[in-house]
């Protein structure tokens, strides 16, 4: 006897009360509406976007996340067309595939004072299979115009229950209302973040939904038996509106505009099913941590030793410092192992792969490089974090976090380091790392907050002699140190080009300007500051007016526009790193000349001490000495001291450009 | 992306790849030596990358029927020279990768790994502009382990586009040296192959071999070049070989054309005349627009302001659809194509009321590139429609739903273009803009406080070229405004913009601007004395770079005309110190003309003139064009000093 079980989904208890928001219902007016009530200069809006995710079950495939968008759009200007196109990626490479499909996607326009419907087509479609893992479906719409609205269903259907969609309520453009509804089963916890400036209303309630199977049993063919078995569940109900959201617009010095996106994040935190133990996947950092230990490609794969340790053994011999251990294990890391520039902090093809082929991604040699220095008898641990691209890891998930670098924990405080740039140091990292918090594990599953923003400010030092000649021309030489992150910076632009490439570069900058005798020091020395030097001549840093001669004591290199030229400001502005900017210059009068007045010496502070500048000029005969220091304290600056931060560097480009005067004699 | 922890193991083993270590094409390098000690000084010089050998094997078996080998060895000696490394190769529906395999070598030439096939990673080639494009690669994503090491790339294509020989030059790039490059182009001799090779010289030497079935180029030591600022693009100063066949397929259509008149008749009867039916509903409300009109030119620009308020441009590049538009009757119903549908489309609504106009195929872009006029091929990468007019063409731009008709701008200006018309094709060239049309004009007038703002109003009119780099301001949002007057004006420090007020004349083609502004600390004040540069509204500080040697001559592709005019006040109470003299040029490359004369008691005018004509110069006269313009620079800048009586 054969039996075969069919099993049907009934969705019951969700009957969708009737939406204020739906599609189909343009109304004349809107059509006729010419620019955005909040927003006159919006090239189109979201009208409105609702979306619900529920769970669907099927026998055969357990649940699915099954997401429905409806959005409603109005295209205000010929700059919005972009808004009628639409595009959606989705999963295609494991052993079930995500799928997605475009529908009632209709353009309405106003013609001779009725609404005219255009319905996309098959041929406004296209299937675009981006690679073995991804496939893209696009809708162009059809027959848009400046006033146009259009609207288009969205459905997804996934099988990995990981995969629940983040939701967006703002974008680019102005968004009138966006409502978003989850419906999640019992079974499944989800941590439920929100992110951004704005907060949605939200309301919970507990609903009921079931699943009903029916099995069929066949006798031989004489009977069919029908069974009908309903397993009621309890399910929680959550919606969140937001209302009059406006557009989100990118600003200069910001370090990834996505943080400050207004969304709600859900991440799968266990599972709860009948008669099984509870399965918890991440609530809090110490799961989470757990979690990602037991991933074979994480956790296996830092144990692993055996692929590196005659090696190791050869190049430790002889060294018995700890520091210099550490030297010696970091720089063998980054001089054997060449970063393939994927991210992530698991492995893809294994560290003993990685090393063989000395080519890995982050994981693959960072994890390797923790895994040698707890070889040296250090106590090292992966820390995990999230790349400025990736955003800011603001809650405990397994997918706030896309990289993993090495700490060591020496003399009470931890030593960061990443492999994967050649030019990084301890406590030097590659700038995509440097993104506010990332969290250490420990051998024993705790886990710990780790501060990766550097607290010096890295200094560059300028020495300047300069002469003046009578018919102002001005000749000298420069030597130039940086240190740390601005000598990292420094190896990341300038190892690869070539010396003459480089002067021209400078030469470029600056109008006038003719370089020689140009040296750099310690490219490849990376204990040792970046020392550039060379002989200038500039022509143009000196106006003769008359009988004198005007002059900034920075000759060239003065700073001349405010970088900050925005009236207000939304977000933090972002230095990368603190730093400190210093100028010893000692410039000689030509003969024939006499100072007439030199600019006065001054001091200027930021509140909190944010930052300052201190200038000092002094002259004896005919030598003119300036000391100069410029300090940027904090890598981040919040918004609430934009003015205070533009006002300063307005002090800092009035006074650099400030003359000295010369009279002939 | 944000995926799936849970069923990642098990994609994993499936994916897994096994790479055979062992195995290397000891054949082929035997005649080689990849050593990096065995290249040459002088090909080291200046180069990120050599290539060793190139090799390109083009066998043109019949009409429908083409195959590529290549054999590429390069030596990558830093990280600069990654990006020569090619590992690429296109396919679609008619063209097939036969072969396809990878070997790279260490310093000493030892080969180190072969990639084959299956290491390649198969993706779509999104090209950024299209909403839909079917072409795809197979490209090998390689992460270098030591520099320098040497990459040999073999690969084999088949494809029935025999439309497009590929150009052959022995020079790879800037900054890249070439040991040996050959190329051999095997042909039937019914099929008449065409070629035309530009830019040959002594400097370059290029053996040439032919057979009457076969012809073939080598070359050897070729130094890497510098690109040097304002050289003429690639293709005007590398030699270039370009083919073409008389009889061809293209996506499965026979061609036959011995030159550009019967490349077009092909062109015509097989791409666009069966494209053309507008539906009656269409047609209809195309008279009702056009009415009484009987001026063919108004018509025209009542068709263009049509287009533009009805269609939009989206990519879409499917099959023939790469080179065939999309039907005229399609876009009128979805409202959208791109520039070959776009076109055709505008073309057939004029047709429709008794209008020729010629769909024409151009290479698009900032620099201008030719469509080679003697050799009637496959070429350019867009399309535009000519409306024949009194003095010659006019020139729409149907993929801009913005552009003023008949004004085509920087994109298409003053270059070879082919016009396809039903009888047949040919060469034009589109407009050339004069120095004199390219006009912007200034009017202004500021007045210095006694602290140092400034507190200005201006007036700009744009004409020509210098419409087209303004005119898109009418449609920024407010703040973008602002921010991009903040950046033009980036001489004054601490702008604030109270008014702007512009005015688009599309007809005339001019673009009015009226600005309002004040600036703190415009003038710097040292001992109650103020300093500031008198031309405070169009500085301009370009220089080109400074060469020791310079290689190449020298091109400025589009002149312009610049008149200033601009009344400056000073506080009550200040008289003059020192006021600048004034400067005068007179070049083979235009002139420039400033002068600041003290017109009342606290008023000074400052009249400036530029004119840059367009050229091309000979290397030796590019110190005399920095020079010239490092005055300009200089001069626009001057400073006056006021101080209090």
């Known amino acids: 006897m054969k039996k075969y079980l069919i099993a049907l989904l009934v969705l019951s208890g969700l009957c969708l009360k009737a939406q204020t928001k739906e599609l189909g219902k343009v109304t004349i007016e809107e059509l006729k509406q010419k620019t955005h009530p909040n927003d006159s200069s919006a090239a189109a809006a979201v009208l409105f976007e609702v979306g619900r995710t529920s769970f669907e079950y099927s026998q055969t495939n357990g649940f699915e996340i099954v997401t429905e968008v409806l959005t409603k759009i109005k295209i205000y200007k010929k700059e919005g067309y972009e808004y009628a196109n639409k595009s959606a990626s989705y999963y295609i490479g494991g052993s079930a595939s995500e799928k997605l499909e475009f529908s009632k996607a209709i353009t309405y326009n106003l013609m001779n004072g009725k609404i005219e419907k255009t319905k996309l087509g098959s041929d406004g479609e296209f299937i675009e299979k981006v690679n073995k893992n991804w496939a893209r ?33 703002q974008r680019d453009i102005p968004v009138s209302y966006s409502e978003y509804t989850t419906y999640v089963p019992e079974y499944y916890v989800y941590n439920v973040r929100n992110k951004g400036f704005l907060s949605p209303v939200v309301k919970k309630e507990n609903t009921q939904n079931s699943i009903t199977s029916t099995s069929k049993e066949r006798g031989w063919g004489v009977t069919t038996k029908f069974d009908q078995n309903v397993t009621n569940y309890k399910e929680l109900k959550t919606n969140y509106v937001l209302t009059d959201v406006p557009a989100l617009k990118d600003e200069s010095y910001v370090n990834n505009i996505n943080n400050y996106k207004t969304t709600v ?106 895994a040698m220095l707890r070889y040296a008898g250090f106590e090292a641990n992966p820390v995990l974090i999230s790349t400025r691209s990736n955003g800011i890891a603001l809650f405990p998930s397994r997918t706030a976090f896309n990289y993993v670098i090495a700490g060591i924990e020496l003399n009470n405080r931890v030593v960061l380091l990443d492999a994967t740039d050649k030019n990084a140091l301890p406590d030097i990292l590659p700038t995509r790392d440097l993104n506010w918090l990332g969290r250490i594990i420990r051998k024993n599953n705790s886990s710990a907050e780790i501060d990766l923003m550097p607290k010096s400010n890295s200094k560059e030092v300028m020495y300047i002699m300069a002469n003046v000649s009578p018919e102002g021309n001005v000749s000298g030489k420069i030597r130039d140190q940086y240190f740390d992150y601005n000598a990292f910076v420094f190896r990341g632009v300038n190892n690869k080009v070539a010396k003459d490439s480089y002067v021209e570069k400078l030469e470029k900058r600056h ?69 400190q900017d210093k100028f010893v210059v000692s410039i000689t009068v030509p003969e024939g000349y006499a100072i007439e007045t030199l600019p006065q010496s001054k001091s200027i502070g930021m509140p909190d001490e944010l930052g300052n500048f201190r200038y000092n000029i002094s002259s004896n005969g005919n030598q003119i000495q300036l000391l100069y220091t410029i300090d940027i304290n904090q890598a981040i600056i919040s918004s609430e001291y934009y003015e205070s931060l533009k006002g300063f560097y307005k002090e800092v480009v009035d006074k650099q450009t400030e003359k000295i005067v010369l009279k002939k004699a | ?170 020079v790879d790039g800037y900054l890249v040296s070439t040991e040996k490059t050959s190329l051999t182009v095997n042909f039937k001799p019914e099929l008449h192959l065409r070629l035309k090779e530009v830019n040959f010289s002594a400097k370059y030497p290029i053996e040439k071999t032919e057979t009457p079935t076969s012809v073939s180029y080598t070359a050897k030591n070729i130094i890497a070049r510098k690109r040097e600022e304002l050289s003429p693009i690639f293709m005007d100063i590398f030699p270039i070989v370009y083919f073409s066949l008389e009889n061809f397929q293209l996506e499965n259509v026979n061609g036959m054309a011995v030159n550009w008149k019967d490349f077009g008749k092909w062109y015509y009867d097989s791409l666009l005349a069966d494209t053309e039916e507008i539906p009656l509903v269409a047609q209809e409300k195309i008279k009702q627009l056009v009415g009484n009109e009987k001026d063919p030119k108004e018509i025209a620009r009542i068709i263009y302001r049509f287009v533009q308020e009805k269609t939009r441009y989206v990519s879409v590049q499917v099959g023939i659809g790469g080179w065939k538009p999309m039907l005229a009757k399609d876009v009128d119903k979805l409202g959208y194509g791109d520039c070959k549908a776009l076109t055709n489309y505008t073309r057939s609504l004029l047709k429709t009321v008794g209008i020729p106009s010629y769909y024409t195929v151009v290479w698009s872009g900032n620099e201008t590139r030719d469509i080679q006029n003697d050799i009637a091929s496959m070429q350019g990468d867009h399309v535009i429609l000519a409306i024949p007019d009194k003095s010659g063409y006019l020139w729409l731009e149907c993929t801009s739903q913005t552009q003023p008709f008949g004004f085509q701008g920087d994109f298409t200006d003053d270059r070879n273009v082919l016009i396809i018309k039903p009888e047949g094709g040919e060469i034009v060239r589109t407009r050339t803009f004069a120095e004199s049309d390219n006009l912007k004009i200034i009017k202004g007038s500021y007045a210095i406080l006694e602290n140092g703002s400034l507190d200005g109003k201006v007036k700009m009119v744009s004409k020509g070229l210098q419409y087209d780099s303004e005119f898109g301001k009418e449609r920024l949002a407010k703040e973008e405004l602002v921010k991009r007057y903040k950046e033009e004006f980036g001489n004054i420090n601490n702008l604030t913009v109270n008014k702007i007020s512009l005015q688009n004349d599309p007809v005339t083609i001019e673009f009015t601007e009226n600005l309002e502004f004040k600036a703190e600390s415009y003038a710097q004040n040292s001992n109650g004395k103020l300093m500031f540069a008198l031309n405070a509204f169009n500085q301009n500080s370009y220089v080109p770079k400074k060469y020791k040697t310079r290689e190449f001559p020298f091109e400025i592709q589009r002149g312009y005309t610049n008149e200033d005019e601009t009344e400056i006040t000073i506080p009550e109470g200040f008289s003059v110190e020192a006021k600048p003299n004034g400067m005068e040029l007179s070049t083979e490359f235009g002139n420039y003309k400033i002068e600041f004369s003290v017109t009342g008691p606290s008023t000074i005018l400052c009249k400036r003139k530029l004119v840059i004509k367009k050229g091309l110069f000979d290397k030796n006269n590019y110190e005399n064009y920095r020079k010239f313009r490092e005055t300009i620079a200089r001069s626009d800048n001057s400073k006056i000093i006021i101080a209090k009586k």
């Open chain 2, 1 to 170: 992306m944000k995926l799936i922890l849970l069923k990642r193991s098990l994609m994993k083993k499936s994916f897994t790849i096994v790479f055979l270590g062992s195995v290397f094409f000891t054949a082929h390098s035997q005649t080689m030596d990849l050593a990096v000690s065995a290249i040459p000084d002088s090909l080291k010089l200046n180069a990120n990358s050599v290539v060793r050998l190139s090799q390109l094997n083009v066998t043109i078996l019949s009409q429908g029927s083409m195959t590529l080998k290549s054999k590429k060895a390069i030596t990558v000696l830093n990280e600069l020279g990654l990006r020569d490394l090619d590992l690429m190769e296109y396919y679609d529906k008619n063209r097939r990768i036969a072969k396809i395999e990878a070997t790279v070598y260490d310093a000493s030439g030892k080969g180190m790994k072969t990639f084959r096939r299956k290491d390649f990673n198969d993706m779509s080639v999104a090209d950024g502009v299209s909403i839909f494009n079917d072409n795809r690669a197979l490209f090998l994503d390689y992460t270098p382990i030591t520099y320098p090491f040497t990459m040999v790339l073999e690969t084999e294509t088949e494809t029935s586009n025999t439309a497009f020989i590929p150009a052959w030059s022995p």
């Open chain 1, 265 to 370: 994040i859900h991440e799968l935190a266990g599972e709860r099913f009948p008669n099984r133990a509870y399965e918890n996947y991440a609530t809090d950092w110490e799961t989470v941590v757990k979690k990602i230990y037991e991933n074979e490609d994480f956790g296996n794969e830092l144990n692993k030793t055996g692929y590196f340790e005659k090696d190791l053994d050869a190049i430790l011999k002889g060294s018995t410092s700890l520091e210099e251990k550490m030297a010696v294990v970091f720089n063998y890391v980054k001089a054997r192992m060449n970063w393939n520039e994927y991210y992530g902090y698991t492995c893809d093809n294994g560290v003993r792969k990685a090393y063989q082929e000395k080519t890995g991604n982050a994981a693959e040699i960072n994890l390797m490089l923790t």
């Open chain 1, 511 to 579: 109008q006038g300007l003719e370089i020689t005798d140009y040296a750099v020091q310690n490219n490849n020395d990376l204990s040792k500051p970046i020392q550039e030097e060379y002989s200038f001549t500039s022509n143009n840093s000196v106006e003769i007016i008359g009988d004198k001669m005007y002059f900034s004591p920075f000759l060239y290199l003065a700073m001349t526009e405010n970088p900050f030229k925005q009236e207000t400001r939304e977000y933090p502005v972002d230095f990368v790193y603190p730093h």
């Open chain 1, 137 to 169: 479906k696009k809708i162009s719409m059809p027959n848009v115009k400046e006033g146009s609205i259009i609207e288009y269903k969205m459905t997804l259907r996934s099988p990995y229950i990981t995969n629940f969609p983040d939701w967006q309520f």
